[in-house]
Every structure is written in structure tokens, then in C-alpha cells.
């Protein structure tokens, strides 16, 4: 850890496109990061070197920020940004893990992953001391994604593999909703009511659709995953936790969906067996296999 952060300050040291300020906080904030967990680290240090911050026009710019791989820029949109830590850290995390533009975790198909898990892994970081995120259906989703499969979504996020990520879509037949919510993702940008709702409600069906005998199965053996408790505490039916309310419609019928599903499947959730292990702290992303065999058992 010593090592590595000589090595971003030295990097923040030949960076002449950002004041004396800027760098400080850099610093600080890289050094509470890997504090936390284990991230990539040699391209960040390089980036670093040569990173500039803009400012973006609203009319242009709709996202709280970019982050520009090619000119190895970022643009903010002050007027989407609530904690500006958080926001600064999400962008940090970019620089540090996608390699390059339009593949792997940057892939436009997993647009919604990319955000969401960014956002899980900022909060985790560095909280967040707004009220509300910049990728808020987007981090919803990608939990309850990441809980149906296991945490194998938010373990290949840090990868930066896009092949991966796509053949676990695939093998939990989760590709059709992740292209919902990548559609999702850009109507609300342009001003469109949310969808999370749906989403939402597909993805619940998707949880019970499992049979009963290997849903029971599975709560008995399997070590991380699909256990209600997990994937239950996860849903939101409230619209008034969203930063925007009067955008979202239907979350408050999303209980009653659940329990529907619930009955019909005969689940219920006080029959949980509470000593089972539920799904990881992101502490433990990094720490899962990272061997070409576990490649291989994903898809």
C-alpha cells in the first residue's frame, strides 16, 4: 500500500492539468479507496499522470459525469451531483478498471451493470452523505442481479470483463432484463418516467420461477445466493426514497407482486434458514477465483 500510493503521488506530481487542490484530494481520496479494498492499480497510476476535470454544458452532458478513456478527461455536471466524493470516486473507479473504450465493463450492452456496480462500490468506499445517488435504478437492479447470480456480476464488473459478464446474463437468463434496464437507464436521462417498477417485477418473477424442489435445494447447499432474505431486503416499493418521486409509478404495488409470487410458489420467508452465509461485503469481490476455471464454470 506504501508503495502504491509513492507511486500516485509521483503520477499527480507530473500532472500539470490540475492545480495543487485537485491533487490533494486525489491523493487523499485514492488512498481511503484502496484502504478499503483491493482494486486495480497500474492503470490508475498511469492515468493519474495526464487526467484533466471539466466542467460539461447541461444541454450536452446529462450524466453527473463522464469519463472521457481517449483523452483521459472527466466532465462533471455540477447540477447532478449531490455528494461530490462519491461522484469523484465512481469516476476514480473508471480510470482504474476499464481498459478501453467500448469493451469490456464499457461495453454500451452493460451500460446498466457499469453504473449500477459503480455505484454499489462508492457507497461501500466512501458512503455517500447525499440523500440520493446518480445511478440510483441502475444500483438497485444490478443488486438484485448480482444476488440472482450469485455475486458473479459484481466479480467480473472488477475484471473489466465484458465476455464474462455477458455469457452470466446469458447462462441466468437475465439478458433481456439487463437490455430493459439499459433502456431504462437512457430514457430517464432524457426526462422519461422510470421503469424500475417493471424491472423490477421481472426480475421477482425470475426469482420464483426457479422450481420449488431446487429453490429448496439450493437454500440448503449453496453457500451465497438465492435465499429470500437476501433478494427480498433488496427490492424498493417505496417511490419516495428516489431523488425524484413523480418520476417513478407502480413501486408501491411491487409488495403485494412479491407476495403473490411468494404464495404461489409456496415460499415463505420465515422458513429461511438464517445461518446460511448470504451474499459477500464488497471486500470480498476481489477475493473470489480468478482462475480460468471459474471463467469457465460462469458461462
Do not use: W
Not at 453527473?64 to 466532465?75: D, G, K, L, Q, R
Not at 440472482?148 to 464474462?164: F, P
Amino acid at each position: 500500500m506504501q508503495t502504491f500510493m509513492k507511486q500516485v503521488q509521483n503520477s499527480l506530481a507530473q500532472n500539470e492539468k490540475l492545480n495543487e487542490e485537485a491533487k490533494q484530494n486525489l491523493l487523499l481520496l485514492v488512498k481511503e479507496m484502496y484502504r478499503q479494498m483491493t482494486l486495480p492499480r497500474e492503470l490508475l497510476v498511469e492515468r493519474l499522470k495526464t487526467v484533466s476535470f471539466e466542467e460539461g454544458a447541461k444541454f450536452i452532458n446529462r450524466e453527473a459525469y463522464h469519463y472521457n478513456i481517449e483523452e483521459n478527461s472527466i466532465c462533471f455536471q455540477i447540477d447532478q451531483i449531490g455528494d461530490q466524493k462519491n461522484v469523484l470516486c465512481q469516476a476514480l473507479l473508471e480510470m482504474a478498471i476499464i481498459k478501453e473504450s467500448g469493451k469490456g465493463l464499457d461495453d454500451q450492452s452493460l451500460y446498466s451493470i457499469k453504473k449500477g456496480a459503480l455505484e454499489i462500490y462508492a457507497n461501500y468506499l466512501v458512503g455517500n452523505d447525499s440523500e440520493f445517488g446518480i445511478s440510483e435504478d441502475e444500483q438497485i437492479i444490478t443488486n438484485l442481479m448480482n444476488i440472482l447470480t450469485e455475486n458473479q456480476i459484481l466479480v467480473a464488473t472488477l475484471k473489466d470483463d465484458g465476455e464474462l459478464l455477458k455469457n452470466i446474463l446469458f447462462k441466468h437468463k437475465l439478458a433481456i432484463i439487463n437490455d430493459y434496464a439499459n433502456y431504462n437507464a437512457v430514457h430517464r436521462q432524457n426526462g422519461g418516467l422510470s421503469q424500475l417498477n417493471e424491472i423490477e417485477k421481472s426480475l421477482i418473477y425470475h426469482f420464483f420461477a426457479l422450481p420449488k424442489e431446487e429453490m429448496e435445494k439450493k437454500r440448503k447447499i449453496e453457500k451465497i445466493g438465492r435465499y429470500e432474505k437476501d433478494f427480498r431486503a433488496n427490492i424498493v416499493s417505496c417511490p419516495n426514497v428516489m431523488k425524484n418521486p413523480k418520476k417513478y409509478f407502480g413501486l408501491t404495488k411491487i409488495d403485494a407482486y412479491y407476495e403473490q409470487q411468494s404464495r404461489e410458489y409456496n415460499i415463505i420467508n420465515s422458513t429461511v434458514n438464517t445461518d446460511v452465509i448470504t451474499i459477500p461485503t464488497a471486500t470480498q469481490f476481489v477475493e473470489m477465483d480468478d482462475s480460468e476455471d471459474y471463467k469457465r464454470r460462469a458461462i
